[in-house]
């Protein structure tokens, strides 16, 4: 796994922003990829939101992503599980295939 969701996102704004991160590993990222960025989709009860997280460089050794997702259709998140999809993407001209992931963190109130 490339990226993923920490267990718990924290809901704000009324439940219709989220505050979607993980781990990003580095070490399971081809050498050959410098800079990453990763899209975060996540679903609920009818209620759809999307956020991209800024571009992340080996060389400044993040170990985590971070990024905020809007509601884009539906009314707002409430408590509770909520299936989320990421993709990780490299940014630079070495760009192999992006590599996407499942998860099911618990949204819970900021």
């Not at 990453?36 to 209620?47: F, R």
Request: overall charge negative.
């Amino acid at each position: 796994m490339k990226a993923n969701f920490y267990p718990q996102l924290t809901m704000r704004d009324g439940r219709r922003k989220v505050d979607a991160s993980g781990p990003l590993n580095w070490e399971e990222i081809p050498a050959t990829v410098s800079r990453v960025a990763v899209v975060a989709v996540l679903t609920q009860d009818g209620v759809r939101g999307r956020g991209e997280s800024r571009e992340y460089s080996r060389d400044d050794q993040d170990r985590e992503w971070w990024c905020q997702i809007e509601v884009e259709r539906g009314h707002a998140f409430t408590p509770g599980p909520a299936p989320c999809a990421g993709t990780l993407y490299a940014t630079g001209r070495e760009a192999p295939p992006p590599w996407p992931w499942l998860g099911d963190p618990e949204l819970v109130d900021g």
